[in-house]
């Protein structure tokens, strides 16, 4: 497994020193080569220590190991992209505009990959048991993420599940006078950085509800104040390949706890086909 993806795929089980280290080379990757041991240690407030330990633990003699295998797979630009199949990898592009689309398709196949490894299959049953068993599930975001929000009430609602979707942040302030023991909030929100956002995690919490917020694989508050954290790793140099990269592992996540919902309970599956079935219904009619 390429070094970035082993990284990722262990934050969770991380030490809260760890994972600044962590997220620190995740996102500085390919800048990591100008850093010494002491200048990431002075750079994260850290122990030069922390630093060798960290590097340690994930099999490398010390840091200048671990800095030469970032680099090396950088520089190979698949380092934590799986293989291509065979037939795709021997069809060398014949224009600028064929290679962008084949960098596209092993960037969002990495991106997927790494968004997997980092929400371990035992975290992802923990959220589907609490989407499962809550009174009621509301689901919050903002912007692009809104879209998503929508998309995500949606389908559990599909399955028999009582979502209320919010768009706007006053409104879903204000809903908070419902919350109920048991309830849960699902968060989306790419950075994490809205203090609204925020602010209502933490009052929804407050009055006994369960948070569950999805943002980047980065260290940001709205992940620091939910107990339930879900990741979506998307790493591109390129901001439009990071746009999409985010999108498509977004919705790949999304897409996780969907199935996961119908293999866990066969009536949420039942429910599904029923309401389906309805909706064929009205558009034929």
Known sequence: MAPLTRIAAERERMSAIERRIADFICDNAHL???????????????????????????????????????????ARHSGDSPPLDEDAS????????????????????AAQQQTQLTNPLSTLQQVVRLLDQAPRVYVH?????????????????????LAIHHADAILML?????????????????????????HISRQFQALGGQVISITRHTANPLRASTA????????ADAPHMAQLLYRSSLQFLLDSLFVLLCHTNPERQRQLAVNLERVAQLIDA
Do not use: H
């Open 32 to 74: 990591l080569r100008d850093y010494s041991s002491q200048q990431l240690a002075n750079a994260l407030g850290i122990s030069q220590s922390s630093v060798v330990k960290f590097s340690q633990k994930f099999g490398y003699r010390g840091y200048p190991d671990l800095k030469f295998s970032i680099g090396m797979a950088v």
């Open 90 to 109: 021997m069809a060398a592009p014949t224009d600028a505009a064929q290679a962008a689309l084949l960098e596209l398709v092993q960037l969002r196949q």
């Open 141 to 161: 975001g903002l912007g692009d993420d809104g879209i998503y929000a929508r998309d995500l009430a949606m389908r559990l609602s599909l399955q028999g599940i």
């Open 174 to 198: 204000a809903d908070l006078s419902t919350v109920r023991a048991g309830d849960v909030l699902v968060v989306l929100s790419e950075f994490g950085k809205m203090q609204p956002l925020v």
């Open 228 to 235: 339930t954290a879900l990741a979506v790793c998307a790493n």
